[in-house]
């Protein structure tokens, strides 16, 4: 019996939404605690590989590249929604 697919998948309800992947992803490593960049890209890489069919490693590191600067910059607006949240809360 051959699987096709992935192994392991990956679904959380409560953070998903109508959102650009960069701020989901940077909802799931968000943290008052310092995250680790290298365990962030090693997840976009995952889930990139996943998603997508690339043209090749150089290919994928760029793309993982581009999807961390995403997240990053989508940094600040995880912070405000989870304050607005509490604050309604």
Do not use: H, Q
């Amino acid at each position: 019996d051959k699987r096709v697919g992935p192994d392991l998948m990956f679904i959380d309800l409560e953070l998903s939404g109508a959102n650009y992947r960069g701020f989901d992803v940077m909802k799931l490593f968000r943290s008052d605690n310092k995250f680790s960049e290298e365990n962030m890209r090693l997840f976009i890489r995952e889930y990139l590989r996943v998603d997508t069919c690339s043209d090749g490693p150089s290919s994928l590191d760029n793309e993982v590249e581009r999807v961390y600067v995403e997240a990053r910059m989508f940094e600040p607006l995880t912070w405000l929604e989870a304050a607005g949240f509490f604050v309604l809360v």
